[in-house]
């Protein structure tokens, strides 16, 4: 079993700083592809970041510039680092990651239950 745990969430105004991280845990061999999506309310999920096992960072146009997405393979963690945060960028932030088991020869996708992040005007 995998398992995908979001933390750094809130209430921040409008200008703001969030970061995000995500910690992945349970019988994992390696993790490819780490990445963060979103849904805001009434909106289908979308795509803000994803970075592979080297480092190589990818962004939304909505976030480019404002967002950095980094991750710590030692500690099989992904982070967000949200800045000039916008009434826009409220949604629930969902990290994924593409693990492969021990068990296993293929990567399969993970996500983790969501953490909110709103921001007030």
């Known amino acids: 079993q995998v398992q995908l745990v979001e933390s750094g969430g809130g209430l921040v105004q409008a200008g703001g700083s969030l970061r995000l991280s995500c910690a992945a845990s349970?019988?994992?061999?390696?993790?490819?592809?780490m990445g963060w999506y979103r849904q805001a309310p009434g909106k289908q999920r979308e795509w803000v970041a994803t970075?592979?096992?080297?480092?190589?960072?990818a962004y939304a146009d909505s976030v480019k510039g404002r967002f950095t997405i980094s991750r710590d393979n030692a500690k099989n963690t992904v982070y967000l680092q949200m800045n000039s945060l916008k009434p826009e960028d409220t949604a629930v932030y969902y990290c994924?990651?593409?693990?492969?088991?021990?068990?296993?020869?293929?990567?399969?996708?993970?996500w983790g239950q969501g953490t909110q992040v709103t921001v007030s005007s």
């Open positions: 994924n990651a593409d693990v492969r088991k021990y068990s296993s020869n293929s990567y399969v996708r993970n």
């Open positions: 349970g019988s994992i061999f390696s993790i490819s592809v």
């Open positions: 970075i592979t096992s080297g480092g190589s960072p």
